[in-house]
């Protein structure tokens, strides 16, 4: 069954750092782009950085220079580590991969930011 299990969040005081993880589990990564999202309560959904299938990256304005988002198809893992950390970065993190019509998200990893 093809899946996506985010690991590595937790809670972290300003200013620290943490590294989300995303691993494919019955497929390979190889040809999919992915991205990391977020969501807070009371507030839209976000695209925070995304990588496509080739290397290209993009980030929202407000991780740019803080968050990198890498992939290790050899792994078949997508990481997102977060540097700087504010609280508003709180919320649940969760990972999207798509390729063509097929998409998959993972269940979500929680982070707070909070001293």
């Known amino acids: 069954q093809a899946q996506l299990v985010e690991s590595g969040g937790g809670l972290v005081q300003p200013g620290g750092s943490l590294r989300l993880s995303c691993t494919a589990s019955?497929?390979?990564?190889?040809?999919?782009?992915i991205g990391w999202f977020r969501q807070v309560p009371g507030k839209k959904h976000e695209a925070v950085s995304c990588i496509t299938w080739d290397g290209k990256i993009t980030s929202a304005d407000s991780v740019k220079g803080r968050f990198t988002i890498s992939r290790d198809n050899a792994k078949t893992t997508v990481y997102l580590q977060m540097n700087s950390l504010k609280p508003e970065d709180t919320g649940v993190y969760y990972c999207?991969?798509?390729?063509?019509?097929?998409?998959?998200w993972g269940q979500g990893t929680q982070v707070t930011v909070s001293s």
């Open positions: 019955g497929f390979t990564l190889d040809y999919y782009n």
């Open positions: 999207k991969a798509d390729f063509r019509s097929a998409d998959y």
